[in-house]
């Protein structure tokens, strides 16, 4: 009978909205907050002074989203974030956009104003529904205490299911504070989300016999593979059938670079083997990529010979770019395996193999040594000295490319790039979302000068964490990839993307509390990294690279990813 | 190509911001979307009539909006054997000397007057599309003081002919 009754107690027991939010994320597992406080979430900051998750206060809210978003591309789990209303939550918009291209998954809390005042323009009130509509997988405003369990476990399930994505729940600061018995257990109801895991095997066997006839096939392999955990299958089938691996931007880490399989990365700036293997091929097996414009080219020269085959989770990326004959809505790692158990008859390509191969040979990435520090020699540096085995988080620009062309990753998950929305600013915040979730292991934030300082304030992190981040700025005071399009494109005209003005970036770094150091050779850079990447502190390295430098190979806009210049030397 | 595209969602805040922004985003261009409750609580059914250049385009639309949460189910019907109708309204001046020749056109079409003051009718019709068209260009010389339309609202038929049956399958 007491038990009945305590029972009882405990069912009604009485709760307010923040101690529902609190509760949801503890039931699911959220282990760090990248939070930032303002008026509109004080009812949620109060109880987070009591609770046991973690939380990083980020120096602006775009950083902590980005860092979020580090945290889930190495983790695997939701980044969890809270800003306040109107302005907190509209700094975080380029990282709802960033995530939602980069199908990362995230649960971003934006405060409200009070329910009253929604829609009186009051203090910090912004249209968060609204403006986040098309840049998340989906948004909620609360509109009860009661359904606030069930909204927060239906923001979870979708932003991790299916094709990850950004979820926004826009919380109404009344909301936070009333108090409501706590509801009975809800299931999820979202009746028009059933996102297809199970690929129709008829699809996939016919992909199955298209391998077997094709002469000249390849794989193309993007982040779909990463989020479906699902290198390991990769791998294994591409061995099974012997068939070439090609990777995207996003997707790098997903084949280990260093199998005689792996032709490199495609794309623009790809390499000559990746883009001729798309342009030649007779079967382009597609998974989990989508065909960005970045890795196309000119879609009249795309894979002009190949029937095409496409493995992805969301059946509104199939056929969206790129014409296709077979598609396979499913995802990766299924898909996979289904291949693999199917088997089937090695496709007849040994001339296809052998070409490929002369290919890497005769055309691998290189650049010329020069009495000025070169960005390439450095990112050979840092992977020769991190035996390739650091998490490599990378900005938007030139040194994004480099680092994707001199660091080959042979492991899945250690690499953290803005791909499709390509945020300048991105780096710095995202290493540390990273160093989080891997506190383990070794992380090089490789940022350009130029992104550095768009997000410099979150060195105050780092050093506040004592996160071991080894920052890279590889720095040609200039916006490089800006510099080497109007070198290229527009008669040298630089406008406006020289910085003859910069702080010292060491000076900077110890203000902070954070070792720096400036570097101007080789030499200095080889005893200088000996000297830093293996402690467990963090630190600044300003690498003063040649400002000349371009990056290749590279497919001009407009043109066919067979066109690329700068691939012989 | 006009393709008419009907749609079910769930009546969620927002629903209807969430369709429209997906039609600006992607940049298709859409002739008219009308929107009201169906026979089940909660759920409304959304038409759109869409204008095209392929069928890729219109096969990536219902694949963007099934993509959508809150919907529940996208067809494009166009090719099916269909019932689909638009409601016009319309205020036409009236003078003693073209009444008769008014009341003349609204006859044949079936439409109805339902309102009428001292100098202007109110008409309505219903009907299909081309049918409304037909009749704003009969009635336009006679000066058209105000128009609304509704846009279309369509239904597959309960017998489909079998060489119309072309629903669409996602892959």
């Known amino acids: 009978m007491e038990a009945a009754l305590k029972e009882t107690k405990a069912k009604t027991s009485v709760l307010s909205g923040a101690d529902l939010l609190l509760k949801s994320l503890e039931k699911e597992n959220v282990e760090v907050i990248f939070g930032y406080p303002g008026g509109a979430v004080l009812p949620i900051y109060d109880k987070l002074y009591d609770s046991k998750i973690l939380h990083v206060l980020p120096r602006h809210e775009q950083g902590g989203i980005h860092a979020a978003e580090g945290y889930a591309r190495i983790s695997g789990k939701p980044g969890v974030v809270i800003a306040t209303s109107g302005p907190g939550a509209t700094n975080i918009i ?351 934030a490789v940022l350009g000068d130029g992104g550095f300082q768009m997000s410099t304030q979150e060195l105050a992190v780092i050093a506040e964490f004592q996160l071991p981040v080894k920052i890279a700025i590889f720095n040609n005071k200039a916006l490089g990839m800006v510099r080497q399009w109007q070198e290229i494109f527009y008669d040298a005209r630089y406008s406006h993307s020289r910085n003859p003005v910069q702080p010292s970036f060491v000076k900077l770094a110890e203000a902070y509390g954070i070792k720096g150091f400036e570097i101007r050779t080789e030499a200095e850079a080889h005893s200088i990294l000996d000297e830093v990447l293996n402690d467990n502190e963090p630190v600044l390295l300003d690498f003063r690279v040649d400002g000349e430098e371009n990056v290749y190979p590279m497919i001009a806009p407009g043109k066919g990813i067979h066109e690329m210049v700068g691939v012989k030397k | 190509m006009k393709r008419i595209i009907t749609m079910t969602v769930l009546n969620r805040p927002g629903v209807l911001n969430r369709i429209t922004n997906l039609f600006t985003k992607r940049n298709y261009n859409i002739e008219s979307i009308s929107v009201g409750l169906t026979e089940q609580e909660g759920v409304s059914r959304i038409t759109c009539v869409v204008h095209v250049e392929n069928d890729g385009m219109v096969e990536q639309i219902t694949k963007q909006l099934n993509k959508q949460i809150d919907v529940l189910k996208v067809a494009d019907i166009s090719d099916q054997a269909i019932v689909a109708r638009e409601l016009l309204l319309l205020k036409v001046p009236v003078l003693p000397h073209n009444r008769p020749e008014i009341y003349s056109i609204i006859e044949p079409f079936r439409a109805s007057v339902i309102d009428v003051s001292k100098d202007s009718i109110i008409i309505q019709l219903t009907g299909e599309t081309e049918k409304i068209e037909a009749f704003i260009d009969l009635i336009k010389p006679y000066g058209i003081r105000e128009m609304a339309r509704t846009g279309t609202t369509a239904f597959p038929r309960g017998n489909q002919r079998a060489t119309q049956q072309k629903s669409l399958t996602f892959v």
């Open chain 1, 94 to 444: 380029t990282g709802l956009a960033d995530a939602m291209m980069d199908s990362l998954p995230l649960v971003v809390f934006t405060g409200q104003v009070a329910t009253g005042v929604i829609g009186t323009d009051a203090f910090q009130e912004a249209d968060i529904l609204g403006i986040t509509t098309p840049i998340t997988k989906y948004n909620y405003q609360v509109r009860d205490t009661k359904d606030i369990p069930r909204v927060i476990k239906e923001a979870f399930y979708i932003a991790t299911s299916g094709r990850p994505g950004p979820v926004v729940i826009d919380f109404p600061k009344d909301l936070a504070a009333a108090i409501s018995e706590e509801p009975a257990d809800q299931a999820i109801h979202l009746p028009g989300y059933q996102p297809t895991t199970e690929p129709n095997f008829l699809q996939v066997r016919k992909l199955a016999e298209a391998v077997s006839r094709a002469k000249r096939p390849v794989i193309l392999a993007g982040a779909g593979v990463l989020h479906a955990r699902a290198a390991g299958f990769l791998k294994e089938y591409a061995e099974q059938q012997s068939l070439p691996v090609v990777h995207t931007l996003l997707g790098l880490g997903g084949f280990p670079a260093g199998h005689e399989l792996f032709l490199g990365m495609a794309g623009m700036h790809g390499c000559y083997t990746a883009n001729m293997a798309l342009y030649e091929c007779d079967l382009l097996i597609n998974i989990g990529a989508r065909f960005d414009d970045r890795l196309t080219g000119n879609l009249k020269h795309f894979a002009p010979h190949a029937a095409v085959a496409h493995i992805d989770i969301d059946p509104a990326e199939i056929g969206k770019n790129v014409p296709t004959q077979i598609p396979v809505v499913g995802d990766a790692g299924q898909a996979l395996r289904q291949l693999i158990s199917l088997g089937g008859a090695l496709p007849k390509h040994d001339e296809w193999l052998e070409k490929l191969s002369a290919w890497k040979q005769d055309f691998p990435y290189h650049y010329e040594s020069g009495s000025a520090l070169k960005p390439q020699k450095v990112m050979e540096l840092l992977f020769e000295k991190t035996s390739g085995d650091a998490i490599v988080v990378t900005d938007v620009g030139q040194h994004q490319m480099w680092a994707a062309q001199y660091y080959p990753l042979n492991n899945p998950d250690r690499w953290v790039t803005s791909g499709g929305l390509g945020t300048m600013g991105f780096g710095l915040p995202a290493s540390i979302g990273a160093q989080l979730a891997d506190p383990a292991s070794r992380v090089i």
